[in-house]
Structure formats: C-alpha cells, structure tokens
C-alpha cells in the first residue's frame, strides 16, 4: 500500500487518503487518485466526496469531477479518481455530458 499525500478526517466513521495528484497545465486541471474509509457504512455519494474535496482543495464544487469510485467488496474503502478544473468554461469543453449529469444528480429522463 502506498503512503497517502494527505489525510483528511471526514468524521468518525469516514477517512480520506489522497494517493496521488498531478497537475495537467494543457488541460487546466488536477487529477486526483484517493481511497476513503468508510468502515460500517455505505459508500459515500458522489455528492458527498465532491463537497469533501471542494473543501480540501478550497475550490467552488461546480470544478470537482468525480470520474471513478470503485468500492470493494465487503471491506468498507473506495478508490475515488476525481478532477478538480481551474475554471468552469475547460470543464464544460473537456468533460462528457453524462459524466457532468450524473454528478450533479441529474436523472435522464426517458424518451417516450
């Protein structure tokens, strides 16, 4: 197991490790590698772990994309691979749709 960057305390329950972070100029954003701790209860929602790492990081939750959270199975940890953008105009240019809807909570309606 490789040794976190950071470590953040959630609350009793909850524990986020950043595993790894790089900045990508071209792109204008930084790429986030974390697990969280979530031993007797659910996995977080993407929700949650964005409003978690807006404060980490100090940035507006609008420029926090989560792209990943893989939790596994019976062990109460998620890997997380998020994206925080410098502005919101490089977000919209680079980021899916669906990736951007299913963030903000949005449900797609269907098509009758």
């Not at 960057?5 to 204008?28: A, H, P, Q």
């Not at 978690?52 to 939790?71: A, E, F, G, N």
Request: charged share 40%; hydrophobic share 35%.
């Amino acid at each position: 197991m490789e040794k976190p960057l950071k470590v953040v305390k959630i609350d009793d329950k909850r524990v986020l490790f950043i595993l790894s972070e790089k900045f990508n100029n071209l792109l204008k954003r930084r790429e986030i590698e974390a697990r969280i701790e979530h031993v007797g209860i659910g996995t977080p929602t993407r929700t949650e772990i964005r409003e978690i790492l807006s404060k980490v990081y100090s940035v507006d939750k609008d420029l926090v994309v989560i792209r990943r959270i893989d939790t596994s199975y019976g062990r109460g940890s998620s890997r997380i691979i998020a994206k925080i953008y410098s502005d919101i105009e490089t977000l919209k240019k680079f980021e899916q749709e669906y990736v951007l809807a299913r963030d903000s909570g949005e449900k797609k309606k269907k098509s009758e």
